[in-house]
């Protein structure tokens, strides 16, 4: 089946840097790719919509400039959490659309740990 | 906006028992409906998926259904096992291929 890396799998950074997550497509081409972030204990939350080669679509309440979200190629997709604090230690997980049709496939998560 | 709730939140069953997990949506506009397991610190393994022209699938001793006219769908699990402890999420895709989840339910199966 299709797959979807994600990179770093666990990450710590310190309050105030910045991070980035690797999401690739390993045997298809992604025209499509989502980021989700999910709390301790709570359901995953859509994030952005990541198009190849244009702007992301973020959902409401997500702040752009602090999540960076960039679709380079059909295989990459990379979220960069910028001057990071505490409160954005969570699990980012991303998925991913081949193309026509609704399957998607998802990575394995990332979590990130800022202290 | 689409809403997806999952009722139980949690639940506990000794093992053994079938069980029902229920989800909710608002839109009926829907592409599919999927069921995930996450276990503890995991990502997301994909249980079953069903297309909105569908009314179930089944995969082992797991049953899904949808009902996609009253926003409804339930994740039937027959003689659950203690591995069957997980968080189970249940997922609509809309029309702009976004899953929006449930809050999922949290299952423990007693030995």
């Known amino acids: 089946g299709a797959v979807v890396s994600q990179h770093p799998s666990r990450v710590i950074c310190k309050s105030g840097t910045s991070v980035k997550i690797e999401c690739r497509s390993l045997?298809?081409?992604?025209?499509?790719m989502f980021w989700y972030r999910q709390f301790p204990k709570q359901s995953l939350m859509l994030m952005a919509t990541?198009?190849?080669?244009?702007?992301?679509?973020?959902e409401q309440g997500v702040e752009k400039d602090k999540f960076l979200i960039n679709h380079a190629s059909l295989t990459l997709s990379t979220l960069t959490v910028t001057s990071a604090h505490p409160e954005d230690s969570s699990f980012y997980i991303c998925?991913?659309?081949?193309?026509?049709?609704?399957?998607?496939?998802f990575g394995e998560g990332s979590w990130l740990t800022v202290v | 906006k689409q809403e997806v709730t999952q009722i139980p939140a949690a639940l506990s069953v000794p093992e053994g028992e079938n069980l029902v997990l229920n989800c909710s949506f608002t839109?009926?506009?829907?592409?599919?409906l999927q069921w995930f397991r996450q276990d503890p610190g995991k990502g997301l393994t994909s249980l079953l998926l069903?297309?909105?022209?569908?009314r179930e699938q089944t995969s082992g001793r797991l049953n899904a259904s949808l009902d996609k006219s009253s926003g409804r769908s339930t994740l039937y699990i027959a003689a659950s096992q203690p591995g069957d402890s997980a968080t189970y999420l249940c997922?609509?895709?809309?029309?702009?291929?976004?899953?929006?989840f449930g809050s999922g339910t949290r299952l423990l199966v007693r030995p």
């Open positions: 839109d009926s506009a829907i592409y599919n």
């Open positions: 069903i297309q909105s022209s569908q």
């Open positions: 997922a609509v895709m809309d029309s702009s291929y976004k899953l929006i």
């Open positions: 998925s991913a659309r081949p193309g026509p049709g609704n399957t998607i496939y």
């Open positions: 990541s198009n190849e080669g244009s702007k992301a679509t973020y």
């Open positions: 045997d298809f081409q992604a025209t499509t």
